[in-house]
């Protein structure tokens, strides 16, 4: 029998996952759910089918698992931006600042919550939807601390206001995909001019 915590040829079952996570996520990321097959995954990875379908089960349990690691990652670093001291519009400025540094490595993460060719039932979509509710909860927080600060605490102010800065992340994340040679560092400088070119002074 085959040790549970056993990879191939002498790999580490843990650094064998991985491995295959990190060429499963860029290739769901940059062609989508529907143009990705496991058959390519291994080829790239240089292990075999039946080994990927051991470990995950299926494209769908694979591409669940891709969705797993990546909102993890971008989950927890918005969580450690928001324990922070920034508040506001400093702390907006810092979590656009914590997504592009984790992105830039791997900016093929942010796709694979928006593929539509991705199930839209199932444990994948249950699992967009977690995290998609994770990061919003994050972001309705710290909007709400900023319409605060300013003075005002109504609720659907506060919810369009969410709505709007989480379209704006977005559109800034997308337009970033479609611009690579734009670094994270790059990418923070733009937001900083845009902001301060907005509201007609110096950004945070």
């Known amino acids: 029998m085959v040790r549970p915590n056993a990879g191939t040829k002498g790999v580490p079952r843990l650094d064998r996952e991985t491995q295959i996570l990190d060429v499963a996520s860029e290739h769901f990321g940059a062609h989508g759910f529907a143009a990705t097959s496991v058959a390519v995954v291994a080829d790239r990875a240089g292990i075999s089918k039946p080994l990927i379908y051991n470990y995950f089960g299926s494209k ?10 990546g909102g993890e990652l971008l989950a927890t670093e918005i ?24 992105l830039e490595p791997q900016p093929y993460l942010w796709r694979m919550f928006f593929d539509t060719t991705a199930p839209s039932t199932g444990p994948i979509a249950d699992s967009i939807t ?15 601390e900023l319409m605060s600060i300013a003075g005002n605490d109504d609720n659907l102010d506060i919810s369009a ?15 970033w995909m479609d611009h690579p ?24």
């Open 79 to 102: 969580e450690r931006i928001a324990q922070g001291d920034a508040v506001g519009i400093e702390r907006g400025m810092a979590t656009l600042g914590g997504m592009f540094a984790l």
């Open 60 to 69: 769908e349990g694979l591409f669940e698992a891709c969705l797993d690691r």
């Open 161 to 175: 206001m969410t709505a709007v800065w989480l379209g704006i992340v977005d559109s800034l994340m997308n337009w």
């Open 181 to 204: 040679q734009e670094s994270a560092e790059q990418m923070m400088r733009r937001c900083v001019r845009m902001l301060a070119a907005l509201f007609g002074g110096d950004a945070p």
């Open 130 to 144: 977690l995290y998609a509710d994770r990061i919003g909860k994050l972001a309705e927080e710290g909007v709400a």
